[in-house]
């Protein structure tokens, strides 16, 4: 993937984010009641009957995802007493990886495709492959990326084009 890489020691994010992501996310408990999150699972009683998970647990990884944005507490006004977890929109948003996970765990873990099986609402049909795209939505691999400083990003049109064509090289 090119000469420039990640720093690979900085754990506190400063150049790279997957080490914020981890530590919102970063254990088992809190994807698991991401999971029933997406699947309409709202109070902790649900939760924890769901999940079959500890009270302390449980409470602990929702104050880190409320604390971390991906989850929002709110008091019902008819039983204060009773308290409704829901993902915000910062949650709603790792869904895909949720399902990159998921997808993941079908082929290299499970080896079966898991049930229910999620689909389209619009002509019901199984979702496809998350997969890595380009720019204009080409599906791309690992051998097709490289890193950049974002200081030497182009605007689109100016770009080096890359290309298995020796013409297109040579006029490099």
């Keep these: 993937m090119g000469k420039l890489r990640e720093l690979l020691n900085d754990l506190e994010g400063g150049n790279c984010a997957l080490p914020l992501a981890l530590e919102a996310m970063g254990e088992r408990w809190s994807f698991m009641i991401?999971?029933?999150a997406f699947n309409g699972v709202h109070h902790f009683e649900e939760f924890q009957q769901e999940l079959n998970i500890a009270r302390n647990i449980l409470s602990?990884?929702?104050?880190?995802?409320v604390d971390h944005g991906i989850m929002a507490r709110e008091?019902?006004?008819e039983d204060r007493r009773k308290v409704r977890y829901q993902l915000t929109e910062k949650g709603i948003e790792l869904l895909p990886a949720?399902?990159?996970l998921r997808q993941?765990?079908?082929k290299w873990g499970a080896g079966v495709p898991s049930t229910p099986v999620l689909v389209d609402a619009r002509d019901e049909q199984p979702i496809g492959p998350v997969t890595l795209t380009a720019h204009d939505g080409r599906v791309i691999g690992y051998k097709e990326l490289l890193w950049k400083h974002r200081s030497e990003?182009?605007?689109l049109g100016q770009a080096r084009v890359r290309a298995d064509n020796?013409?297109?090289v040579a006029a490099e």
């Excluded at 602990?60 to 995802?65: A, F, G, H, I, V």
């Design 34 to 36: 991401l999971r029933a």
């Design 60 to 65: 602990n990884r929702l104050s880190k995802l």
């Design 75 to 77: 008091v019902m006004a």
């Design 98 to 100: 949720m399902i990159a």
């Design 104 to 106: 993941w765990g079908e």
């Design 153 to 155: 990003l182009q605007p």
């Design 166 to 168: 020796p013409a297109a």
